[in-house]
């Protein structure tokens, strides 16, 4: 089966609807899947939970999903870096389900293996634990957390060849592996595509049997937080 698309419009082709689930990788502006997050923008599909683990920068990344209002809920880790964001919570306009950063992480790992539930000591005597099973293991408490899938993983890799096998690029890597499992259908956009058996098997990070369709596209490397020392006088 062909996983390679023209574009990002045909790549998400009979894959949107209203209140879906959406997985999209990326730290910061890092490993972000810009171009599909872009896609769903223009599709115009409404009423999306998220799992991300921020939720881009103002009129970047999901900013932009923000920004039209099409995010009903975000299951994040960190949303610090966004105005509109913090507008939208505090006005009661979008829902947000927060996580400790590695329970995120384990949450989306344990999806894509098919664990239902784990237990973990982050959050215990916390409001993250609040509504939640805690069980008592040697002496110490534990919360129950809930593995997520999504209907829809995007996620960014730096290269694949024509099978999807990817890899990613040093701190990129960040979400997209483990997302790259827990999505119903994966979409994935890299900066190059190689012929298959040109890369080392050795170094693939994600194999090609969790990419279900594949694009090629022009990267926009923003930084998030610029900073630069003072010229001396």
């Known amino acids: 089966m062909r996983k390679i698309y023209a574009d990002v419009t045909s790549a ?3 894959l949107t609807f209203d209140g879906m689930t959406v997985m999209s990788g990326g730290f910061g502006l890092c490993g972000i899947p810009e171009n599909l997050i872009a896609g769903l923008k223009a599709s115009g599909v409404k009423g999306l939970t998220v799992i991300s683990n921020n939720a881009g920068v103002d009129g970047f990344g999901l900013g932009q999903l923000l920004e039209t209002k099409q995010i009903a809920k975000m299951i994040s880790s960190y949303v610090g870096e966004n105005k509109e964001f913090e507008r939208q919570y505090l006005a009661g306009e979008l829902q947000l389900e927060f996580n400790p950063q590695g329970t995120l992480a384990e949450r989306i790992r344990a999806g894509g293996a098919g664990i239902p539930a784990f237990f973990t000591a982050t959050g215990v005597g916390t409001l ?3 509504g939640k099973e805690v069980r008592n293991f040697d002496g110490r408490d534990y919360v129950m957390e809930t593995g997520l899938v999504a209907d829809l993983a995007i996620i960014k890799a ?4 024509e099978r999807g096998n990817l890899i990613f690029r040093k701190t990129a890597r960040n979400f997209n592996p483990m ?3 827990a999505g119903k259908v994966t979409v994935v956009e890299v900066e190059e595509i190689v012929p298959t058996g040109s890369l080392d098997p050795d170094c693939i990070h994600t194999p090609g ?3 279900d369709r594949l694009i090629q596209t022009v990267s926009e490397k923003r930084i998030e937080q610029r900073t630069v020392r003072q010229k001396e006088a």
Not at 158 to 161: C, E, L, Q, S
């Open 12 to 14: 998400l082709e009979g």
């Open 128 to 130: 993250v634990a609040e």
């Open 158 to 161: 730096w290269k694949a060849d």
């Open 179 to 181: 997302m790259a499992t």
């Open 209 to 211: 049997v969790y990419v």
